[in-house]
């Protein structure tokens, strides 16, 4: 789920205490012109001085087209500009091929997608579910959606629902629960086979976030006004810890590690939060982690690394054992992928890649080994909201505020040309961790390409361990406390 950035125009507006607002569609009229009363018809015009025009009009066109032929343009091109006449056509087709066609090309690249159209609004989140054969999606028109990952059919609209936008939702790992997070400050629990409502829950402040814990037993959620966060018991609705003043400003989004046992937090305040569930405590805070708003995080498969997002229109990767970011070698490109501020982040379940979505409306595909982006698709007519990655790494979903998701088929991704012609540029090669046995990307100019046997994850995991060895006790024992103040 994305949160807003600030100066969002709307009609109507859902304002908290805090000052947030979630933006709605804007209906503007067209403006009408009217015919004055003495105004000559067509239809009154001999029927041989209509033909003559139109015959005339017709052979000047053809003229133009043959004499003004527009330049080739490589399908391959991603940031190329279309002529404006052209540009149209194309958009006038494709409107038309969408929507009776599965797996038309985007004009300007080699990915086979999908457009899901059913929401009335902003798409906020969306997700897989059901070993990839079912899609989750939560939208701003009050609406929580399963579709079909086959056809892009509508499976089940949720009954009772809330009254108000949805900003997030989340599903169990085995597919059996979903919670959703709405602006009318309700968590709401279904079934997903049956579609039957499990539980509902409200709070005192707005709801900016809700998440599943990997083992099913929690849901954690992000609070507007208090700036905290709640854990509840994913069972019987009860609450299990309430955080208030987590942080300084709204939370924006939290997520489980994989073990279900930390819950990390970001927020407008621009800092990042890990809380342990077991002992009651904080146990990292980084302070100044970007120069704006934090809109999203998630973690590795590992859970040793954690991705935020941000308005500032970069991504970050940190080491949660001791905050540290990875402002040195391949992972400082991770700043230069976006236009505009990034509203999401989502790693591949081996880590082997990262997606981001985009206020600039494209979807960025990262190489997380050497941090340099291998792809951006771009089709989406406003902001990308959310995005997802199927758990065999062919798909990738993505939300956006013009009302539709766009399934991407990648499964084919490395035999671009665009893509195969990027790696040879940068000069990289792919080899096998000894490790993990994830393959990783290098440079094959790097002076110590030979000698490099192990993905980043690994050698970040290795030194680590030897910095916890060579330590001494009192360090070792401040380093759950750690905090960050400015980037250097």
Known sequence: MASQPPCVPSSLKYLNEGGKTAPQECSVQPSLVVAADDAHHPSKLPWAALVTAFGRSRQTKLEIQRDQKPAPI??????????KKLSKKLSKKLSISEKKFWGDHEPLSKIPFQILSGHRHIVSSCLFCVDDTKLLSGSYDSTVKLWDAVDGSIVRDFEHGPKAPVLECSVTADSRRIVAAAYDKTVRTWDLETGKLLWKISHESIISSCKFSPDGKYVASGLDVDHGICITDAKDATTVSHIRDHHKKPVTACCFDPDSQKVASVSLDKSIKIWDVTSQATVLTITQAHSNAISNCCFTFSGHFLCSSSWDKTLKIWNVHTGEFRNRGACVTLMQGHEGSVSSCHFAR???????????????????????????LKGHDDWVMDVAISNDKKWILSASKDTTMRLWNIEEIDNIPL????????????KQCEECDRPFSNYESDIFSEIVTKCVFCRMDAQHLSAETSSSPEKESS??????????
Do not use: C
């Open 479 to 488: 380093a759950s406390g750690y905090s960050l103040g400015e980037d250097d």
């Open 74 to 83: 490589s399908p391959l091109a991603m940031d190329q500009e279309l002529p």
């Open 350 to 376: 081996d880590t082997s890649f990262l997606v981001s979505g985009g206020f600039d409306k494209t979807v960025a595909i990262w190489d997380v080994g050497e941090g340099y982006r291998k792809l951006s």
């Open 419 to 430: 893509v195969m012609q990027h790696k040879k540029a940068l000069g990289l090669k792919v």
